[in-house]
């Protein structure tokens, strides 16, 4: 069997990020497998700009956010395999793929580092009544064929769902020459970013209904129409609210992900509420050496925050393979904890021995906060109490600890971070 | 005078803004809640720009679209202008990163670049 010190599942901006720090952390025996045609996943049919302003410090596109990876990939010298799925991970990490030239083939891992990203929530999974034509696609796919394969998939659209891939298609098609007729949000409010809204929607003309949702597609072989009616607080359709528009595609952004079969095979251990795995403070999962990062791990809004995240599984994944693929830690671990309208942390535990001298936990909240605090206890004492002028459950937040004020808490069983209205 | 509503895209607030406009001269700004509030929305109602972000058909690649985008901000009401130009072009591979696709695009002084590699077949 051929064996690599570091796999990395993924070359989206997760797995390469992943693999350039790992390479410049002196770990040299890398593979980065990639079930695409080319590196950059998501970032190849993001062709819009907006993408390292954090990073980079400019507005790129999402081909060129890719490119400044991968140009180190090649310039590091880092081994990756195309066209090539893996199909299982196993406990003691051999990690087995398959492609069209070499059939199917095993690899001992080192360390193995989980960057698959996420998917898109399909029609199966949000029970919508009516016929299944053809002219039903998720606003990815839709992308996908827009922007790398050259297909216009309609010419009058109705959107389902206003997160930002939708409202980044809406705008898409319009400029292709299609009617983007309505987004229906499901929710009171937008999962999308302000700016996307506006200069995505507004500026077209594009009307963006919330408390909405699909309540009939009309249409044996294509779409012929789509009715919306407004929802109660109960989410159930309110009657005598329905409208039918006539149109000839349906688009869906109703939410992304963790793509983690291989995760659940391997015996990584998930969180319900991110769908991604369980990690500790060097963002490694259940099973030592098994490390996870982006949108496999949680769904993010910017892919400054994946490339950052990435870059330290990496260092991680090289420590542990430097250090005879053993965790060296000391004292015991202390829980995070998400509660009253924080919804979940990454990093899950934290054990101040191996912690850096600052760790960033993202969190999501669970519905809009104004005038709100961030705070943060260490048991039953408030350290940290930040206040925040707006919070939302499309903007990921975060809240730093040090290692500094940690080691005055040598007793410490859980840090609890919760919104506070004062 | 003419009023404009806007929502600020300067960060999640989306404060709700009001401009009182007459031609290029802003005579009032509410709504907002701080000074990138401000500074859009004076931009928004004078001079509103927009990058454009699009692809182009390639001949002799390994890929057959390229994407591209103008270089910088254009006025937002040759948006399509622009794209209808952009639909007009044909480039021949390869194409690396900022090669321009289009020079001066619709007369705005901005160049459309490409924004991805695509080699030769």
């Known amino acids: 069997m051929t064996s690599y010190d570091i796999v990395i599942v993924g070359g989206g901006p997760a797995g390469l990020a992943a693999a350039v720090s790992a390479k410049k952390a002196g770990t040299d025996s890398i593979l980065i497998i ?39 990939v090649y310039d590091l010298g880092i081994e990756y395999k195309l066209d090539t799925m893996v199909m299982d991970i196993s406990h003691d990490k051999v990690v087995t793929a398959m492609n069209r030239t070499e059939g199917m083939f095993q690899i001992q891992a080192g360390a193995v580092i989980l960057a698959m990203g996420c998917r898109e929530r399909p029609r199966g999974a949000l029970n919508i009544p009516g016929y299944r034509p053809a002219g039903i696609y998720s606003a990815g796919t839709a992308q996908r064929l827009v922007n790398m394969e050259g297909y216009m998939p309609g010419r009058e659209v109705v959107i389902l769902g206003s997160g930002d891939i939708g409202l980044i298609m809406a705008r898409r098609m319009t400029f292709e020459g299609a009617t983007v007729k309505v987004v229906a949000e499901l929710m009171p409010f937008s999962g999308g970013l302000k ?89 490694e999962t259940n099973i030592p050496g098994v490390f996870a990062c982006g949108n496999v791990l949680h769904v993010h809004d910017l892919v400054d925050y994946v490339s950052e995240e990435a870059t330290r599984a990496g260092e991680n994944a090289a420590k542990y393979v430097q250090n005879g693929c053993k965790d060296e830690k000391e004292g015991s671990d202390i829980r995070l904890v998400a509660t009253e309208g924080a919804r979940y942390t990454v990093p899950c535990t934290v054990n101040v021995s191996r912690m850096d001298e600052n760790l960033t936990v993202r969190f999501r909240v669970g519905a809009v906060f104004k005038d709100s605090f961030v705070s943060v206890y260490f048991d039953d004492e408030r350290v940290q109490h930040r206040k925040k002028r707006i919070m939302a459950p499309g903007e990921m937040e975060q809240v730093i600890l040090q290692k500094k004020k940690l080691a005055d808490y040598p007793d410490l069983k859980t840090i609890t971070i919760k919104i506070e209205a004062e | 005078m003419e009023k404009k509503n806007l929502t600020c895209i300067g960060c999640p607030m989306g404060c709700q803004i009001t401009v009182e406009v007459e031609g290029e001269e802003v005579f009032s700004v509410t709504g907002n809640t701080c000074a990138i509030g401000d500074k859009y929305a004076r931009q928004e109602v004078t001079h509103p720009e927009r990058t454009v972000t699009s692809t182009v058909t390639v001949t002799g690649g390994e890929k057959d679209r390229c994407s591209v985008k103008t270089k910088g901000n254009i006025p937002k009401e040759k948006i399509f202008a622009c794209m209808d130009a952009i639909d007009h072009v044909k480039v021949a591979a390869p194409v690396r990163i900022g090669d321009v696709v289009i020079e001066n695009v619709c007369g705005t002084g901005v160049d459309v670049v490409a924004t991805k590699n695509v080699d030769a077949a």
Do not use: W
């Open chain 1, 34 to 72: 990639e079930r695409d045609k080319e590196l950059g996943g998501i970032l190849n049919q993001c062709i819009h700009n907006g993408f390292g302003l954090h990073t980079f410090k400019e507005e790129l596109t999402g081909p060129e956010y890719a490119y400044r990876f991968i140009e180190q």
């Open chain 1, 195 to 283: 700016r996307n809204i506006v200069q995505c929607l507004d500026d077209y003309g594009i009307p963006l209904k919330l408390s909405h949702t699909v309540v009939d597609i009309e249409g044996k072989e294509r779409v012929k129409a789509v009715t919306i009616a407004e929802v109660g607080p109960d989410m159930k359709p309110i009657p005598g609210t329905e409208e039918r528009y006539t149109c000839d595609t349906l688009l869906l952004s109703t939410g992304l992900i963790p793509e983690n079969e291989l995760s659940r095979g391997a015996g990584v251990e998930m969180n319900p509420v991110t769908s991604g795995p369980v990690v500790n403070e060097v963002l």
